[in-house]
């Protein structure tokens, strides 16, 4: 069942015992259905989209973001898809997305990315190339990649999605559901075939509204 919040979650792994914790700050949890998303497909309000109704200053904001953990040939998999908005060109930098890992027990794989952007009246799509992503080593436990989105300006949605493989029980990363730039929606999911021996404990604090 997705958890759908505005706020953060994040887990601590006890190699020992083999548990998770979850960590909820909820801010408000809002009666939301899952809205249907299919990859390079938007409708004509995300496209036509200028301003967040409920920030009016902001200048991007978070169309959707998913994440999905699963364990699958022994290998823990966190599937993560997101769409965001490009309101103004002081944004663009947005298009760049960084991904640190560490590379001894984890891979970023299946990694594919999008622009739509209006030219002349006129949406166009660019594929993200092979040669606009790139890693380096930061040091032999912890390396960056980086996506560079093609064709980023004001106006643009950007759309991306990877998995990041985990070779052995790691601790997950954090799932944030708050950011800089407003969320319109963003949940967090579980497989069912995540083994027996990891139990998932849920704490809310803050204020519900």
């Known amino acids: 069942m997705p958890i759908l919040l505005n706020d953060k979650l994040t887990y601590s792994l006890p190699m020992k015992n083999l548990f998770f914790t979850i960590t909820i700050i909820l801010i408000s949890l809002p009666a939301i259905s899952q809205p249907k998303v299919k ?5 004509d309000k995300e496209l036509q989209m200028k301003s967040c109704s409920f920030e009016k ?13 699963q364990y699958k040939y022994k290998k823990y998999i966190t599937s993560v898809h997101r769409r965001v ?17 560490n590379p001894s027990v984890e891979e970023i794989l299946d990694i594919e990315g999008i622009s739509t952007s209006p030219v002349n009246g006129n949406n166009v ?3 993200l ?42 601790e997950p990363e954090n799932w944030d559901f708050q950011h800089d730039i407003p969320t319109l929606y ?18 809310f604090g803050g204020i519900r509204t």
Not at 39 to 43: A, I, N, T
Not at 186 to 203: A, L, M, N, V
């Open 85 to 101: 908005k490009i309101f103004d060109k002081s944004e663009v930098g947005r298009g760049i997305i960084s991904i640190k890992y």
């Open 186 to 203: 963003s949940s967090y999911r579980q497989g069912t075939d995540i083994p027996k021996e990891f139990e998932f404990y849920i704490s």
């Open 125 to 127: 799509s660019s594929k």
């Open 129 to 170: 190339r092979e040669d606009q992503v790139s890693t380096r080593k930061i040091s032999d436990n912890k390396a960056e990649l980086v996506i560079k989105m093609p064709v980023v300006r004001a106006g643009s949605i950007i759309e991306y999605r990877y998995k990041r493989q985990a070779r052995s029980i790691v």
């Open 57 to 69: 200053g902001a200048k991007a904001v978070i169309l959707y973001e998913d994440g999905f953990l």
């Open 39 to 43: 990859w390079g497909k938007y409708s």
